[in-house]
């Protein structure tokens, strides 16, 4: 199983990203997927989640501004990021738990200047 984080970088406050993570090795649709991310010496946090037939839940820190999305047919899962403030600032992973196992991508990193 792998799973390929993309669409990092380095945006203003205020701007928007969006992060994709494709999946291989696994049959996609059957499983939930999530993002992570973690901040510089803290731990790694819940960011969104969608399950197989769509339901989305969020962090209560980025509600209203970052939108979960999956692609069954393309196998990835997307991250709109919108209305970004350096607390958002972290590498970001996707992950899944498949087959008994929990996967994890390489992550992107995403910094936000004030």
């Known amino acids: 199983v792998q799973l390929q984080a993309s669409g990092g970088g380095l945006v203003q406050a205020g701007g928007s990203l969006r992060l994709s993570c494709a999946a291989s090795g696994i049959n996609f649709r059957l499983y939930d997927m999530r993002w992570y991310r973690q901040a510089p010496g803290k731990e790694r946090d819940l960011v969104a989640s969608?399950?197989?037939?769509?339901?989305?839940n969020y962090a209560g820190s980025v509600k209203g501004r970052f939108t979960i999305s999956r692609d069954n047919v393309w196998r990835k899962v997307d991250l709109q990021m919108n209305s970004l403030n350096p607390e958002d600032t972290a590498v970001y992973y996707c992950?899944?738990?498949?087959?008994?196992?929990?996967?994890w991508g390489k992550g992107t990193l995403v910094t936000v200047s004030s």
């Open positions: 992950n899944t738990f498949a087959r008994g196992e929990i996967f």
């Open positions: 969608i399950t197989t037939d769509g339901r989305t």
